[in-house]
Nanobody, 121 residues
Framework: QVQLVESGGGLVQAGGSLRLSCAASGSIFSINAMGWYRQAPGKQREVVATSTNGGSTRYADSVKGRFTISRDNAKNTVYLQMNSLKPEDTAVYYC???????????????WGQGTQVTVSA
């Protein structure tokens, strides 16, 4: 089994910062990509930022210049540094990882449990 455990959400005023963390553990052979998604009330889940093993990163237009995704491959951990937060960033943030496991041998998407980020005006 594989688990993704997130931390770092909370309540912050507009203009503030938060740092999310997500650690993967379990029967992991390799992690091919990691990323963050979010879902606001009444809206569909959307991609926020992704990071590949090759070091390529992509961001949603709405967070470019404010959010930074980074990884610590030795710890199987991905981070999301969120600066200059806006009320419209309020959502549940989910960690995603494309993981190849050893038992069983397969590659699939795994999701964290979600962490609430609330930005007050």
């Amino acid at each position: 089994q594989v688990q993704l455990v997130e931390s770092g959400g909370g309540l912050v005023q507009a203009g503030g910062s938060l740092r999310l963390s997500c650690a993967a553990s379990g029967s992991i052979f390799s992690i091919n990509a990691m990323g963050w998604y979010r879902q606001a009330p009444g809206k569909q889940r959307e991609v926020v930022a992704t990071s590949t093993n090759g070091g390529s990163t992509r961001y949603a237009d709405s967070v470019k210049g404010r959010f930074t995704i980074s990884r610590d491959n030795a710890k199987n951990t991905v981070y999301l540094q969120m600066n200059s937060l806006k009320p419209e960033d309020t959502a549940v943030y989910y960690c995603n990882a494309k993981i190849t496991t050893m038992t069983p041998i397969q590659r699939r998407d795994y999701w964290g449990q979600g962490t609430q980020v609330t930005v007050s005006a």
